[in-house]
């Protein structure tokens, strides 16, 4: 059974950085495309972002291009969300999802797997 475990939120002021971290396990990591997915209060989920089991190609929500980047360390079995000059409306729960289908994941229309999400606050 796969499992996501994301790390690394927490409360930080608009135009600051933080590093999100999901590990995965139970399957093998290399086969999944991964994404990051966020959902805030009163909002309905949203995809944020996705990469390719190699890493190579990785796309993005047109509300997070050129501030968010996604990585993946196939021998960590780790993919990361790398957050640049937040915003407030940046503020959300952050959740990690795994799907062999890549395009599942770019499209917003869900994955296999889930983690339990990390809290991002950001303040004015």
């Known amino acids: 059974q796969v499992q996501l475990v994301e790390s690394g939120g927490g409360l930080v002021q608009a135009g600051a950085s933080l590093r999100l971290s999901c590990t995965f396990s139970g399957d093998t990591f290399r086969e999944y495309g991964m994404g990051w997915f966020r959902q805030a209060p009163g909002k309905e989920r949203e995809y944020v972002t996705a990469?390719?089991?190699?890493?190579?190609?990785?796309y993005y929500a047109d509300s997070v291009k050129g501030r968010f980047t996604i990585s993946r360390d196939n021998a960590k079995n780790t993919v990361y969300l790398q957050m640049n000059r937040l915003k407030v409306e940046d503020t959300a729960v952050y959740y990690c999802?795994?799907?062999?289908?890549?395009?599942?994941?770019?499209?917003?229309?869900?994955?296999?797997?889930w983690g339990q999400g990390t809290q991002v606050t950001v303040s004015s």
């Open positions: 999802a795994a799907d062999k289908t890549l395009s599942r994941l770019r499209v917003g229309e869900g994955a296999d797997y």
């Open positions: 990469v390719s089991w190699s890493g190579v190609s990785s």
